[in-house]
């Protein structure tokens, strides 16, 4: 179910409480949050949409290989070159911050940090100029672009570690949830606004009384000012998002220790915890268990823009079409993690995700100009469905259908992977295990980019390419087996 915010707090009366419902615990047993405190911390999902929207996955790759270096291959193989190095040294790092966080207490000002960071690098990208031309150089935009990577796998780490001090642990798995639609909403209204008002102007296809003539503010598409504003729109939506959260959501009370003093025993901590790890072997299991099945899915849901366009050579109004539309799908599947955790537990959850994921990927391969369901289309099949001028196909439609499925799946996956290691992490230590989660999210994130590269250049298939990252959810679940939804005792 969805978090109540008819009940609790107003926002004036959760400020002048702290933020604070006194009247309740959360999950490790402190005061948990107000509702509006609650739904300030999963806002927080929506405030970083634009950047793994625009800057992350649709825009901003596309246009980089593209446009400013002018080779796509040379340009994806730098992008993704950058991307994975600062995924593996974020993991690495993550469980040591995250140890020093644990012993500090506070969250929000680590987040504070990194957010200013991301507001700063997001705004440099609009001098990301064409053939580099003028503004920051190819090495500039890549270590831009690193680092906004770096800081949101930082965040990831701090906001989720905060969710178990906040929330009762019968709401733990519902505001996961929301903030998963939370997210689907930010992504919705900001790629609705770049089309409308930037995308679908400059392309000159479309025409109709809800569009501008020309891109809004004048931008020039010729300079690609049309698509480099993305940068900067990311920058504002983040901070304006963000504010909520850093008024209204309660902090852990701060432990008093310093910064040098939370280092070393943040460090003594890690080392504890590798020498008692078979006390936490049930945790370890799980977390290597997502791995796998987090790695999968994460490139199924990144080599989906590169299939289509490889399959059915969609232009950037497509892609940004098809991420609007696999939206809604996302949107549904946060808000049905709480019923399903309910009806069939996280382990089972999580079993039910990934299986239809992993049917949906099957029959969106099949998919292709003049194909369905492996089976080649004959006579009238292959005519336009309607006159649209975008997905007007049957093998299209049927194709998007698909990763709906696997949108809404993906979604239900992530928001219970996170409430799940919010109820079996130790109590004392759930920063260091969410750095161990972000960890086990991002060292072996080239397992799901290597095999998918593997698979498509041995078989010379997009398709088989693809089909590989099953692989990896076989793995996930048989690990899976073996978890139990138990919490660990502190060390």
């Known amino acids: 179910m969805l978090p109540d915010l008819t009940t609790g707090p107003t926002p004036s009366e959760g400020l002048s409480a702290g933020g604070r419902d006194p009247g309740t615990l959360s999950s490790t047993g402190e005061v948990a949050a107000s509702r509006w405190g609650q739904f300030c911390w999963a806002l927080i999902e929506g405030a970083r949409s634009p950047y793994l929207a625009f800057i992350l996955i649709y825009v901003f790759p596309s ?6 270096v002018g080779d796509p291959v040379r340009g994806q193989a730098l992008w993704g070159s950058a991307n994975t190095a600062v995924s593996i040294l974020i993991g690495a ?8 966080a644990d012993r500090q207490g506070r969250r929000k000002p680590w987040l504070a940090a990194v957010f200013v960071v991301m507001a700063a690098g997001c705004c440099s990208l609009w001098y990301a100029m064409p053939g580099a031309n003028g503004g920051l150089s190819i090495a500039a935009i890549l270590t831009v672009t690193a680092t906004l990577l770096g800081c949101f796998l930082f965040s990831e780490v701090f906001h989720n570690s905060m969710l178990p001090s906040i929330a009762q642990s019968d709401r733990l798995a519902p505001l996961s949830g929301l903030g998963l ?15 409308i008002c ?34 900067p729109l990311a920058s504002v939506w983040l901070i304006a998002l963000a504010l909520p959260f850093m008024i209204w959501t309660p902090d852990r009370e701060a432990s008093g220790i310093g910064p040098r003093q939370a280092v070393r025993e943040g460090w003594s901590q890690i080392v504890r ?12 299991r799980y977390l290597i268990a997502r791995m796998f099945y987090n790695d999968g899915k994460v490139a199924i849901a990144a080599y989906s823009g590169i299939y289509a366009v490889g399959t059915f050579k969609w232009g950037i109004v497509q892609i940004l079409l098809f991420g609007m539309l696999l939206t809604p799908p996302s949107m549904l599947g946060g808000l049905l993690t709480g019923r399903l955790e309910s009806r069939f537990g996280g382990r089972g959850t ?6 239809v994921t992993s049917l949906a990927l099957l029959g969106a391969i099949s998919c292709g ?9 004959t006579g009238a099949l292959k005519n336009p469905v309607w006159s649209f001028a975008y997905f007007n196909t049957l093998p299209e439609l049927v194709f998007i259908g698909m990763y709906m499925i696997i949108g809404c799946f993906i979604a239900v996956a992530f928001a219970t992977s996170r409430s799940m290691m919010a109820r079996i992490a130790p109590k004392s230590m759930l920063s260091q295990f969410f750095g161990l989660y972000a960890l086990s999210g991002n060292a072996t994130a080239f397992m799901g980019h290597g095999m998918v590269t593997l698979f498509t250049q041995v078989f010379a298939s997009q398709a088989v390419g693809l089909a590989s990252t099953l692989i990896l959810l076989a793995i996930g679940l048989l690990l899976m087996r073996g978890v139990r939804e138990e919490r660990a005792p502190d060390l």
């Open 63 to 68: 246009y980089f290989a593209r446009e400013v």
């Open 93 to 100: 790092l993550a469980p040591f911050v995250g140890a020093i």
């Open 181 to 195: 639609s939370l997210n689907g909403v930010a992504v919705m209204l900001s790629m609705s606004m770049v089309l």
């Open 198 to 231: 930037f995308a679908l102007p400059a392309s000159g296809i479309l025409h109709a009384s809800i569009l501008p003539a020309r891109p809004l503010w004048g931008l020039d598409p010729a300079r690609q000012e049309h698509i480099r504003i993305v940068g």
């Open 273 to 284: 915890t590798v020498r008692e790890a078979r006390r936490l072997k049930n945790v370890g």
């Open 350 to 355: 999580i079993y039910l995700s990934v299986g």
């Open 369 to 377: 100009p003049d194909r369905i369901f492996f089976l080649h289309l």
